[in-house]
């Protein structure tokens, strides 16, 4: 099976401007999460979607959001992006098999650069 | 919420040295525990993970970690190391409400470095 996929791989944009990132989970995968990863902060949880609802939150500002489609592809958007924003963003996917935890496989990362 | 610490930010090991990374969480109930980890540029790859059962879990690579519920630790562990193992790893507690899967809450990772 094909991993998690992230597209663009890299993406440099201005200040104010917004930007879409997507993710493509391994095929049968349900549940995607997103994560932002940077050297201060490390990796912290974003949200999740499965059934093309968004399941759970983390503590981020509403500038940050995101959807999934019905084949379970997602995409998170940032708007009015700020310097601070410049991140890897990790996208996981995860089977969700009912009843219990699932280990979530990582694709890559898009890296943003905000200048 | 739960937190995890990796105390150690850098550990340096000679190659054929044996390896142990250090991981304390805290969590009011049962966690499932995981480790990953990071080539430069990368994103992470899944080593192992506790769910239950057995408190001493076999991963990829060689590597193994033991989970202790009186520590509240999952430390990570290798016989021998190879210079190819140098990369950033990361311990990661999850949890499960039943309503689904709740975000992995992550250490702030070991760089690991090998010395030939």
């Known amino acids: 099976k094909a991993g998690v996929t992230q597209t663009p791989r890299y993406l440099i944009k201005t200040r104010g401007q917004q930007v879409t990132l997507s993710c493509s989970p391994i095929?049968?995968?349900?549940?995607v999460s997103w994560y932002q990863q940077t050297p201060g902060q490390g990796l912290q949880f974003l949200f999740e979607?499965?059934?093309?609802?968004?399941?759970n939150k983390g503590n981020f500002p509403g500038r940050f959001s995101g959807r999934q489609f019905s084949n379970s592809r997602s995409e998170m958007n940032v708007s009015t992006l700020e310097l601070g924003d410049s991140a890897l963003y990790l996208c996981?996917?995860?089977?969700?098999?009912?009843?219990?935890?699932?280990?979530?496989?990582f694709g890559p990362g898009t890296r943003l650069t905000v200048l | 919420a739960q937190s995890v610490t990796q105390p150690d930010i850098h550990i340096t090991v000679s190659e054929g040295a044996s390896l142990e990374l250090r991981c304390n969480y805290s969590y009011g109930a049962t966690p499932y525990l995981f480790w990953y980890v990071q080539s430069p540029g990368q994103g992470l790859q899944l080593l192992l993970k506790y769910f239950s059962g057995d408190t001493l879990v076999q991963g990829i690579k060689g590597f193994e970690a033991e989970f202790k519920r009186s520590q509240s630790s999952f430390n990570l562990r290798k016989p021998s190391v190879h210079w190819s193992d140098a990369a950033e790893y990361f311990c990661?507690?999850?949890?499960?409400?039943?309503?689904?899967?709740?975000?992995?809450?992550f250490g702030k990772g070991t760089h690991l470095i090998i010395q030939p």
């Open positions: 979607y499965f059934s093309e609802t968004q399941r």
């Open positions: 990661a507690v999850g949890t499960y409400s039943g309503g689904g899967a709740d975000g992995l809450t």
């Open positions: 095929s049968g995968h349900r549940s």
């Open positions: 996981a996917s995860s089977l969700e098999a009912r009843g219990g935890p699932n280990e979530q496989f």
